[in-house]
């Protein structure tokens, strides 16, 4: 039976999200808020179920610019392979440094710097817009003359090594912190205090951010989040409220040159009314939610329920039809903008639930297609859409109620 083998990367992720958590509890240490890293995990979770076709489309992509445009033969060797590992740390430096400079990419970097925690789950904090722009970035790479197989392994160690520099657990490392980026370099990254901001852009060597000015040592505590915070854990929200505030400001402008600032400008030009405007129109801002005990365990109850769907459908997505597959993806997509709701105890969760329930049927008829399978369920359908107005009370009443 063929296996998708990258799943594996899941259980690897969250055994470490579990060891961290475990280790910060017996220490005292107040590094986990449960809304925040649920918001993490929620984003990390839709980011490995669109990897399946982002890196396939990619690895189309850099083997046809090989192909076609490739200015070098380079062979695999150590040489080459060093200088890969060199070429992929600088692009990437370049990538994440526009992505704090530019507007348009800061609109999908914007998510990874969301959370007011620091730890392994915001590792996860990696959007699937982001992912395509870091695709783009690394064309560069086979047309340089890098062949494609190549370029996927160090995407591959470029995807595991940054998890382990998002922890407050590891102190300064010594000499190590002169080359590589530490969990010290960045925790600067992610902190909002005035002499932290845009700094240690590295991914794996340090040395970029101190060639090109951008270095900055771990000196005061650290203030985690963006500098105004976001205030919601919507899935939705974080992941487009960036974009929806350029389209506001593009609108507002006046002249071609201005809008053009707007997209390809600096976020320290962005105006923050903006968001607050849309936040009053969207009513996205949300505080001071008490969570029930209730309410709490069913979140958790979801997010391990879909962590378990996500690593079944990776491991086994060699054997799922591609209609299969999309549902799948559909299903996890509502689950996590579900848990993500149920934080800001939002009254259309149902309808989702729902949706999702519909999905589920559709799968499971597709999968046993038997006459009595599909009476079972067009039965239970019905009755779920008779009696749809209790449900859902019923269901608000045991979420919301105390
Ligand atoms: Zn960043
Ligand atoms: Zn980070």
Known sequence: MKLEYIALAIPFFVFFMLLEYYISRRKNRKTHQFNESIANLNVGIVERISDLLTTGTFFFVFT??????????????????????????????????????????????????????????????????????????????????????????????????????????????????????????????????????DKNYGDMLIIWDKIFGTFAEEKAEPQYGLTKSLGSHSFLWQHFHYFLELIVAVRLAKTTKAKLKIIFGSPNDHDPRIRTLLERKLSQKVTHIQYTEKLIRAIQIKTITTIIVLFGTILFSHHISPINLWLMTTFIVLSVIITGAMLEQKRWIFHLEFARFSILCFIFNETVMTIYVTALILMIYTLTLLFYKTIHTTYQRFLFSN
């Open 64 to 197: 046809w610019l090989h192909q076609n445009w490739a200015v070098f033969t380079i062979e695999s060797n150590w040489l080459t392979w060093i200088l890969l590992f060199l070429a992929t740390d600088l692009v990437w430096y370049w990538y994440h440094r526009f992505g704090h400079e530019i507007n348009l990419f800061w609109a999908a970097h914007i998510v990874h710097h969301q959370s007011d925690d620091f730890n392994y789950t915001a590792a996860a904090r990696i959007t699937v817009i982001q992912a395509v722009f870091r695709g783009l970035f690394w064309s560069i790479l086979p047309i340089i003359g890098f062949p494609a197989e190549m370029i996927t392994v160090l995407l591959l160690i470029h995807g595991t090594y940054p998890f382990f520099t998002h922890t407050q657990l590891v102190g300064k490392l010594g000499w190590l912190e002169y080359i590589i980026v530490t969990p010290s370099h960045h925790r600067v990254h992610h902190s909002s205090n005035p002499e932290y901001l």
